[in-house]
């Protein structure tokens, strides 16, 4: 019960306010898309870059802690698929963007504050390195697997490509990717610009969450409940249940551990639905399946930290 009041509760608590201010007309959803905005181009940038630069790639780039967490993701993304296709008689295509929402866990609105507010900032060392390549792996994993079901050739070949493209320009692959670059030359950021980065990063994580809530309200839960309910799970159990399996075969040491397993534990990010809106498909699916997922990980969230050691 302590792990829920002091860690989970806060981090909900604060999503909450975000959704009843927007659904209660006290915060506009103008107002939600400029605070996301400036979360995602600007706040989590500086966050990340500063985290890139300052790890150390040869000990956090752990090839044991990545092939943990990736495996059970795209064990989620496999099961999400082949269930949304063969138990509940999907179209591929539909199968697909489901299969993505058991994939694209919240690693970096959820997964983070959860991590450091359960084990502290010194933590997040192994939160950083997965959120490194979480993008890049899940939409090269959906976007090569949806061409290939869609099969039509050159013109969609092209919508991929620039897809691809403009998933480089994100402004949150640019911030790791110029951390990266920092940390490989050796550059040490004077103290006057990290300060500010800094400031404008600590702004991320609150600021996020309360967004969060309010782009919530605009998902409605509808759909077919059943398969709502085998992605939530999919993601919310089988995920980070997968990651445990792999990290105690592959001895993950305890901090590296529990960044992974709390991470896959994270209910489905919303990037899942801007995946199914892309290709117009399973829309309700996924856009429920990260309402109901993101409340529900309150729960399971509870559970997983309660037997973590």
Request: glycine residues 10%; proline residues 4%.
């Amino acid at each position: 019960m302590a792990a829920l009041l002091d860690t989970i509760l806060p981090v909900f608590l604060v999503l909450g306010f975000g959704y009843v201010a927007v659904w209660k007309g006290l915060f506009t959803q103008n107002g939600v898309d400029g605070l996301m905005s400036f979360t995602q181009n600007f706040a989590f940038p500086c966050l990340l870059f500063r985290a890139l630069a300052t790890l150390d790639l040869g000990q956090d780039f752990h090839l044991p802690l990545l092939f943990s967490f990736y495996a059970g993701a795209l064990s989620g993304f496999v099961v999400g698929l082949l269930g949304a296709r063969l138990i509940f008689g999907r179209p591929w295509e539909d199968s697909v963007a489901i299969g993505f929402v058991g994939l694209f866990s919240n690693s970096l609105m959820l997964g983070l504050p959860i991590t450091e507010r359960a084990f502290g900032p010194d933590a997040l060392s192994a939160n950083y390195a997965i959120i490194a390549l979480h993008a890049p792996f899940c939409y090269l994993v959906g976007f090569t697997t949806m061409e290939a079901v869609r099969g039509r050739g050159g013109a969609k070949l092209d919508t991929l490509l620039q897809v691809v493209r403009s998933m480089f320009r994100n402004a949150l692959v640019v911030g790791i990717a110029l951390g990266l670059v920092v940390n490989l030359a050796g550059v040490t950021i004077p103290m006057i610009l990290d300060d500010a980065l800094a400031l404008v990063a600590r702004a991320g994580l609150p600021a996020a969450l309360f967004a969060l809530g309010g782009v919530l309200v605009q998902y409605r839960p509808e759909g077919d409940l059943r398969i709502i309910a085998f992605i939530c799970a999919v993601s919310l159990v089988m995920h980070p249940a997968i990651v445990w399996g792999l990290g105690m075969v592959t001895d993950l040491d305890q901090a590296r551990f529990r960044s992974a397993v709390i991470t896959a534990a994270m209910a489905p990010g919303v990037n899942a639905y801007v995946f199914a809106n892309i290709y117009g498909v399973a829309k309700r699916v996924a856009a429920s399946a990260v309402l109901l997922g993101t409340a529900v990980c309150m729960l399971t969230a509870w559970f997983w930290l309660a037997v973590l050691p």
